[in-house]
């Protein structure tokens, strides 16, 4: 009774390598696109996203609150709590 999706995000995998457009807002547009060729735009959604797709996921539910039911944001730091200690190259 579900539909799975599991793109590629622009870059990875055997998805277009382009010279831009690698932030979270267009590549959350992406995953919109690509729901409403589909035809699965307008259905409600639990988006998943693990790792660097992670805040991807999160700007999608953020942009799309009316199809969004649910959210799962796997193995990647919050933006604002502690995403910039982990990206810090410091010795600490």
């Known amino acids: 009774e579900y539909t799975v999706v ?4 622009r870059g990875l995998g055997d998805s277009d ?11 959350a547009r992406d995953v919109r696109r690509l729901l409403e060729s589909l ?4 259905r409600p ?6 790792d660097m797709g992670a805040p991807v996921a999160l700007v999608y ?3 799309n609150p009316a199809t969004v039911r649910g959210l799962v944001y796997v193995d ?3 933006p ?3 995403l910039e200690q982990f ?3 410091a010795s600490d």
């Open 6 to 9: 599991a793109p590629d995000m």
């Open 80 to 82: 604002g709590f502690n």
């Open 17 to 27: 390598k382009p010279e831009s457009g690698y932030d979270g807002e267009t590549m």
């Open 39 to 42: 035809n699965l735009g307008d």
């Open 61 to 63: 539910a953020y942009d």
């Open 45 to 50: 959604v639990v988006v998943v996203g693990h």
């Open 87 to 89: 990206t810090r190259f």
């Open 76 to 78: 990647e730091p919050l």
